[in-house]
């Protein structure tokens, strides 16, 4: 069974420009979560979908949002990014919503020059 | 705030050695669900251990377990027979509520094990 799949892998862009990451759950999982991980801030809780609905938002502005479609697959865009976007961005799959093991990615490794 | 406190920011073992990482949490719900994750080099996050609010009994895997005060909000890990496997970024998550599957992390605890 194939694992919590993220893409790309590695990323750079510029200031200003925005971003699309993708992240594709295990097969037959429907909730999807993001989380951001730098070295100063650790790891924080961005978004979690769940059947193609937004259930919980973090403390990000707004240029970071998220969508999920109906084969659970997800997206997360950033907007104008700024340098500290920098970041692991990692996604967790989970099987229902009723507090199940999540299963990460990879992480997509973005740098902003 | 629902907040996460790992208070060892490094660790370090002897191999075949135990040793345990110390995490508290803060929250005024009654059920919710604590996990530990190992973060290694290649930093993928594996679930290491997960325990039940509502259970009493403390959650065994294998070489791992957790010591649950749930009145200290206290859950710490166990590592036993520590091998250089081992070596990760452990973090300590707590889940905060039952429908929901967001995590709160706490800062993490860089485990060294020596040969």
């Known amino acids: 069974k194939a694992g919590v799949t993220q893409t790309p892998r590695y990323l750079i862009k510029t200031r200003g420009q925005q971003v699309t990451l993708s992240c594709s759950p295990i097969s037959g999982h429907r909730s999807v979560s993001w989380y951001q991980q730098t070295p100063g801030q650790g790891l924080q809780f961005l978004f979690e979908?769940?059947?193609?609905?937004?259930?919980n938002k973090g403390n990000f502005p707004g240029r970071f949002s998220g969508r999920q479609f109906s084969n659970s697959r997800s997206e997360m865009n950033v907007s104008t990014l700024e340098l500290g976007d920098s970041a692991l961005y990692l996604c967790a799959s989970s099987l229902e919503d009723t507090a199940t093991e999540a299963f990460f990615g990879q992480g997509t490794r973005l740098t902003v020059v | 705030a629902q907040t996460v406190t790992q208070s060892q920011p490094e660790m370090s073992v002897q191999e075949a050695e135990t040793v345990t990482l110390s995490c508290t949490y803060d929250t005024s719900e009654s059920n919710y669900y604590l996990f530990w994750y190992k973060q290694p080099p290649s930093r993928q996050m594996i679930l290491v251990i997960r325990q039940e609010a509502y259970k009493q009994q403390n959650a065994t895997e294998n070489r791992f377990s957790v010591n649950f005060q749930k009145a200290a909000k206290s859950f710490s890990l166990k590592i036993s027979d520590s091998q250089l496997g081992d070596t990760a970024m452990y973090f300590c998550a707590f889940m905060p509520s039952l429908n929901t599957d967001k995590l709160i992390f706490g800062t993490g605890t860089r485990l060294q094990v020596f040969p």
């Open positions: 979908y769940f059947s193609e609905t937004q259930r």
